[in-house]
């Protein structure tokens, strides 16, 4: 069964940084793109950033310049790098990864279980 597993959140004061993980685990085949997406409350989840397998990134408006997402491909693994980070960045974050979990499947999509960050002013 393909899990995402997220790690990294946690309280911060504005100006700060946090780097957020995420691993994907158990059997699988292989993975496409990978990314962040956040929700705080009262509002929908929205894009944070994604990285595919080859090729270039993408971040929402309101992080670039200030967050960089990378992957590991050897550990299955995606982070994201959070700097100068705003009261208006908190939210739950959730871990997405487009998995294929055997060589004929199609991809699918897999959400991780989400991590709290919170920025106080």
């Known amino acids: 069964q393909v899990q995402l597993v997220e790690s990294g959140g946690g309280l911060v004061q504005a100006g700060g940084s946090l780097r957020l993980s995420c691993a994907a685990s158990g059997t699988f085949f292989s993975i496409n793109v990978m990314g962040w997406y956040r929700q705080a409350p009262g509002k929908q989840r929205e894009l944070v950033a994604t990285i595919p397998s080859g090729g270039s990134t993408n971040y929402a408006d309101s992080v670039k310049g200030r967050f960089t997402i990378s992957r590991d491909n050897a550990k299955n693994t995606v982070y994201l790098q959070m700097n100068s980070l705003k009261p208006e960045d908190t939210a739950i974050y959730y871990c997405?990864?487009?998995?294929?979990?055997?060589?004929?499947?199609?991809?699918?999509?897999?959400w991780g279980q989400g991590t709290q960050v919170t920025v106080s002013s």
């Open positions: 997405n990864a487009y998995i294929r979990a055997l060589a004929w499947d199609g991809f699918k999509a897999y």
